[in-house]
């Protein structure tokens, strides 16, 4: 390929990847969908062109949404950057998919921490900003419900219990952000194996999402975890274990959209139905519980049958 070429590829790499962040940030709804979608260019020409080349891409690109969009979306889309580097970084190693997966999400947090301790100075000022963040966001949702006209009463039973909601979002925030960030990375890896299908085996040993399986032994951190949760005192502990509670909880969560994924494949359900379902899962708090739990039984049910003997999981449909 000519230089000409890659530059083209660069930049037209380059302009997508930024344009999709600045216009994500800019509108709230459009957000959600489009900055998981962001690194795609990015990932996509450090695939085709290298990770040098991709990396160099990487640092413009921020700069860019820096001079652009000012520091703090310049931080968010840093982390994104961080995620290709890692992903980039994970892949051709033959590593799994939950290794590819939670390793690039644990750097990411790692980093965001890092970050915030080194803004703030500490982390109980670190609390102390999240906490301020969380109660500015729950004031305007308060203020948002009472504009939309719901009951008075909801809106003061919600006003009374904030500082509960805020003091279990604060204990929770990191799950939740490995969550998010364990999201974003399989959105990604979604988007490439769909790009990139002849390089399946490039980017983790098992790369068919549907036939995935959380490891075996991840089910004993899950359980004592859970015992840890029930320890007196020891809040500190306590929290921790919360966390890591709901960290593998994520995996479970994922394991079990593997097992619906598979069955709407063999049985050929209707897309219309399998978009309706993906809905009520994610937007009804039962259904998410139900696919966790499914995820947890698929351990010993083995739904899918994929434990054949002789066979791999990625094998065995």
Known sequence: MSWLQVAKS?????????????????????????IPLAPQPALAFGLRHGTGKGAGLLLLATALVSSLGGSELGVGYSLLALMVVLLLFCFGRGWSIERVVGSTAAGMLAALAAALCLSFGSVAEVQEGVRAALQDNLDASLELYDTLGFSSQSVELLSERAPQIIEMLLRIIPAL???GFVTVVLINFFFLLRRFPERHSFF???ADLREWRSPESLVWCFILSGFGLLL???ETVRTLALNLFL?????????????IAYYFHHKHVPYFLRSLAYVLIVFEQIFTLFVVALG??????DFRRLK????????AS
């Open 177 to 179: 952000v490995f969550a």
């Open 308 to 315: 054949k003997k002789g066979f791999s999981p990625g094998q």
């Open 296 to 301: 947890l039984f698929d351990l010993w049910g």
């Open 232 to 234: 007196p005192g020891w």
């Open 10 to 34: 660069f930049l037209l790499a380059l302009a997508s990847t930024v344009l999709l962040f600045l216009f994500g940030a800019s509108v709230p709804l459009a957000g959600i969908l489009l």
């Open 204 to 206: 983790a040993s098992t």
């Open 247 to 259: 960290m593998i909880a994520v995996f479970y969560f994922f394991q079990g959209l593997s097992v």
